[in-house]
């Protein structure tokens, strides 16, 4: 039961951030959308996604001691595994989804520092309260990426018990304040932490 709803929260979610991504017609269908549909920035995020679902739906792997970034097609993996063949299989997970170009990883092997991280995100709330928080993130990150002044920049978005801590660099202290407004302004957010570093180009 619990398995199939985390199924269908994380299709969900992947589906609204390509929803938000895409800027083809209505009539265009999502759900067979592939790495060529996007373009960018776009395409990175759409591939975080995808990824980051496998990780969810593989049950050897710990999602939440793996991060997860791509730029240009290219992804790092960092983090912590319980062993050398979970980090083996990230990394064969990573480079099996369609439009990745590369996969670098600098995944540590710490078994105890995996579980704890395990615990940590779902031994302190309950299944709903993670279920609310997941969908919480991917509205956020689909609301940045829709926005065209947002949507560019490195951000990444956690939340814990209806509070948002958003981290990342961003050109402007303008941008930084857009995107915390963004997340204020989603869903039963509470509170945001903003730990965006304003980095001009």
């Keep these: 039961m619990k398995k199939a709803l985390v199924i269908t929260t994380v299709a969900a979610a992947v589906s609204l951030l390509c929803g938000a991504c895409s800027d083809r017609s209505a009539n265009e269908p999502l759900l067979g959308a592939t790495a060529d549909t996007f ?68 995944l540590q092997i710490d078994a105890a520092g995996a579980q704890s991280a395990r615990e940590g995100a779902s031994g302190t709330r309950d299944f709903g ?7 919480t993130t ?4 689909s609301k940045l990426l829709a926005n065209e002044h ?3 920049l490195k951000i990444d978005v956690d939340t814990a018990d209806d509070v948002v801590t958003l981290s990342g660099r961003v050109g402007s202290a303008e941008e930084s304040q857009l995107a915390e407004e963004i ?15 304003v980095d001009p180009s």
């Design 39 to 106: 373009e960018g920035a776009t395409k990175d995020a759409w591939l975080t996604g995808k990824i980051e679902t496998a990780f969810v739906l593989n049950g050897h792997l710990n999602p939440f001691a793996i991060n997860t970034d791509v730029d240009g097609g290219v992804v790092h993996l960092t983090g912590m595994v319980e062993s050398d063949i979970d980090r083996d299989l990230a990394e064969e997970i990573a480079k099996g989804v369609d439009g990745v170009i590369e996969v670098d990883s600098d």
């Design 150 to 152: 947002t949507m560019g």
């Design 138 to 141: 991917a509205t956020i990150k």
């Design 183 to 197: 997340a204020k302004n989603t869903g039963d957010v509470e509170a945001v932490r903003n730990n965006l570093v």
């Design 129 to 135: 309260s993670w279920v609310d928080d997941a969908t």
